[in-house]
């Protein structure tokens, strides 16, 4: 292994790579879990309950990851770690319930399918990372902050130190003191700051195992989340949070491992659906997922130092091959969008810089399969305190903007800010790209604007035009 991925010559050692690797699998294993809980809500294949969707869900989540790491490990040699995006699970779900298009969630793995044939295609020919080598400098400095605080506004959300006023407006939950799972989760983000500052190796491990021992102590001590009325009318904290979940009622058995009512499910979604919808639904996972992809992409070569002196990543179109691969092979098995995780920031902060590290992350994901029937049992809000951690690694690289000059300041500010606040990686790189050539233009630069930056800011003013326009 230490051979064929080049630790010596990449500064990297076995051990470096493996906690690395355990490190970003430890963040991004809630996936699991959460990304057969929204598929759930629409896909349903007929005569099958709603334990067997979950578990095959999980299964189909964990092998859709795994073929997307493996070429990741071994085409693209990155540390980077794939899996079902989150956002882009969720837009799947808002698809299939879309009054408008009416189409079954058979018919979106269909579109997903597609849009994944197409990633390869136009990865082979090096399209894609022409495209993404389009954005200016300042959305692509500016996109690694974006997702940093995007990731916290997560994680503060699911540890629950945060709640959602009925102006969907974020603010400190008011009963953070009266609830242990905030309280714990506030311990276990001081005490991984504690350990990062001492420079300990596997910090944010140790952080998140931490706060999940503290979760089962505090459940064995009969606490309880809380579970009262806020003081405010129609403010909601995270649901369906546990200490110390149960295993009671988890069974096992061989059909928790069978998927075939899922596999293959693609193909019935392309008989008899109407062109144009199709043509739209596709076009629409394609925008999504192609500026989501080019975000975090961008924001881990930043955190790595992959980028070059142009703010290019070099050979972007291997890890690109990856995600394309795991996207097309995942709705084959029935799972949405696979895409690279900003979680891998973790493993990259940990030392990861190989495609060792995202092999050991695809042998974990696969050793998660045994355990496919007891994820109910994993205290949700423990693996969070890595978001906000990783959060702080990733805003620190804003001071490489050029803050003075309103062609940096404005599309880099535009970038960060949205990320968080309409929780989409696209809307925030989409805002830079738009604003960048109108600020230029404004400064009396239009030279200094390429024509296919113009035509980008273009193809996003039209997609945003028919995205809000009650189309979905």
Same mark, same amino acid.
């Given at each position: 292994m230490?051979r064929?991925?080049?630790? *010596?010559g990449r500064?990297?050692?076995?051990?470096?790579?493996?906690?690395?690797g355990l490190?970003t699998f430890?963040?991004m294993?809630?996936?699991?879990?959460v990304?057969?809980?929204?598929?759930?809500i629409?896909i #349903?294949p007929?005569?099958?309950s709603?334990?067997?969707?979950?578990?095959?869900?999980a299964?189909?989540?964990?092998l859709?990851s795994v073929a997307?790491?493996?070429?990741?490990a071994f085409y693209? *040699?990155?540390?980077?770690g794939?899996?079902?995006?989150m =956002?882009?699970n969720?837009f799947?779900?808002?698809v299939?319930?879309?009054?408008?298009?009416?189409i079954?969630w058979?018919?979106?793995?269909a579109?997903?399918?597609v849009? =994944?044939?197409?990633f390869?295609?136009?990865?082979?020919?090096?399209?894609?990372?022409?495209?993404i080598?389009?954005?200016p400098e300042p959305?692509?400095?500016g996109?690694?902050?974006?997702?940093?605080?995007f990731?916290?506004?997560?994680?503060?959300?699911?540890?629950?130190?945060?709640?959602v006023?009925?102006d969907d407006m974020?603010?400190?939950?008011?009963v953070?003191?009266? *609830?242990p799972?905030?309280?714990?989760?506030?311990?276990g983000?001081?005490?991984?700051f504690?350990?990062?500052?001492?420079?300990i190796r596997?910090a944010?491990?140790?952080g998140?195992?931490s706060t999940a021992v503290? %979760?089962?102590? !505090?459940?064995?001590? =009969?606490?309880? +989340?809380?579970?009262g009325t806020l003081p405010k009318e129609?403010?909601?904290?995270?649901p369906?949070v546990?200490?110390?979940? %149960?295993?009671d009622?988890?069974?096992? %058995?061989?059909?928790?491992?069978?998927?075939?009512?899922?596999?293959?499910?693609?193909?019935?979604g392309?008989q008899?659906?109407e062109a144009v919808?199709f043509?739209?639904?596709?076009?629409?996972?394609?925008?999504v997922?192609?500026?989501?992809?080019?975000?975090?992409?961008?924001?881990l070569?930043q955190?790595?130092?992959?980028?070059?002196?142009? =703010?290019?990543?070099p050979?972007?179109?291997?890890?690109l091959?990856?995600d394309?691969?795991?996207?097309?092979?995942?709705?084959?098995l029935?799972t949405?969008?696979v895409?690279?995780f900003?979680?891998?920031?973790?493993?990259?902060e940990?030392?990861g810089?190989?495609?060792?590290?995202a092999?050991v992350?695809?042998?974990?994901f696969?050793?998660?399969?045994?355990?496919v029937p007891?994820?109910g049992a994993?205290? #949700?809000?423990?693996?969070?305190v890595?978001?906000?951690?990783v959060?702080?690694f990733?805003v620190r690289?804003?001071?490489?903007?050029?803050?003075? *000059?309103p !062609?940096?300041?404005i599309?880099?500010?535009l970038t960060i !800010?949205?990320? +968080?606040?309409t929780? #989409?990686?696209?809307?925030?790189?989409a805002?830079?790209?738009?604003?960048y050539?109108i600020?230029k233009g404004?400064q009396?630069?239009v030279?200094?604007?390429?024509?296919?930056?113009?035509?980008?800011?273009?193809?996003?003013?039209?997609?945003?035009f028919?995205?809000?326009n009650?189309?979905?």
């Amino acid at each position: 292994m230490s051979r064929y991925f080049d630790l *010596d010559g990449r500064g990297s050692d076995l051990r470096t790579e493996s906690i690395a690797g355990l490190t970003t699998f430890l963040t991004m294993s809630y996936i699991i879990v959460v990304n057969p809980a929204l598929l759930s809500i629409v896909i #349903s294949p007929e005569g099958v309950s709603d334990v067997r969707v979950f578990q095959m869900l999980a299964v189909v989540t964990i092998l859709a990851s795994v073929a997307g790491m493996l070429v990741m490990a071994f085409y693209a *040699d990155l540390p980077f770690g794939l899996a079902p995006g989150m =956002g882009l699970n969720a837009f799947f779900v808002t698809v299939v319930l879309s009054p408008t298009l009416n189409i079954t969630w058979q018919t979106a793995l269909a579109a997903v399918f597609v849009e =994944g044939i197409v990633f390869v295609a136009l990865t082979l020919v090096g399209a894609r990372e022409y495209v993404i080598n389009l954005f200016p400098e300042p959305v692509k400095l500016g996109v690694g902050a974006g997702i940093g605080l995007f990731l916290a506004s997560i994680g503060l959300q699911f540890m629950r130190i945060t709640a959602v006023d009925p102006d969907d407006m974020m603010t400190l939950s008011p009963v953070l003191a009266q *609830d242990p799972v905030a309280i714990i989760a506030v311990i276990g983000i001081l005490l991984t700051f504690f350990l990062y500052v001492k420079g300990i190796r596997g910090a944010i491990v140790l952080g998140i195992l931490s706060t999940a021992v503290m %979760g089962y102590v !505090a459940g064995a001590l =009969g606490f309880e +989340p809380f579970s009262g009325t806020l003081p405010k009318e129609g403010q909601i904290l995270a649901p369906n949070v546990t200490l110390a979940p %149960g295993i009671d009622q988890i069974t096992y %058995g061989a059909s928790a491992y069978d998927i075939t009512p899922l596999v293959g499910a693609f193909i019935d979604g392309i008989q008899g659906v109407e062109a144009v919808t199709f043509a739209f639904v596709v076009f629409t996972f394609f925008f999504v997922d192609f500026f989501d992809t080019a975000g975090t992409l961008t924001g881990l070569g930043q955190e790595a130092g992959y980028l070059d002196e142009d =703010g290019d990543f070099p050979e972007m179109n291997k890890p690109l091959m990856a995600d394309a691969v795991g996207t097309t092979i995942g709705s084959i098995l029935g799972t949405s969008t696979v895409t690279t995780f900003v979680e891998s920031s973790t493993g990259i902060e940990e030392g990861g810089r190989t495609g060792l590290t995202a092999l050991v992350i695809a042998a974990l994901f696969l050793l998660a399969l045994v355990f496919v029937p007891l994820v109910g049992a994993i205290p #949700s809000f423990a693996p969070y305190v890595a978001l906000v951690i990783v959060a702080v690694f990733m805003v620190r690289n804003v001071t490489e903007i050029k803050w003075e *000059d309103p !062609a940096h300041a404005i599309p880099a500010t535009l970038t960060i !800010a949205l990320m +968080p606040l309409t929780s #989409s990686i696209a809307t925030g790189i989409a805002a830079g790209l738009v604003s960048y050539p109108i600020v230029k233009g404004a400064q009396g630069e239009v030279s200094d604007v390429r024509l296919g930056q113009w035509a980008l800011a273009a193809l996003v003013l039209l997609y945003y035009f028919v995205r809000t326009n009650a189309l979905v």
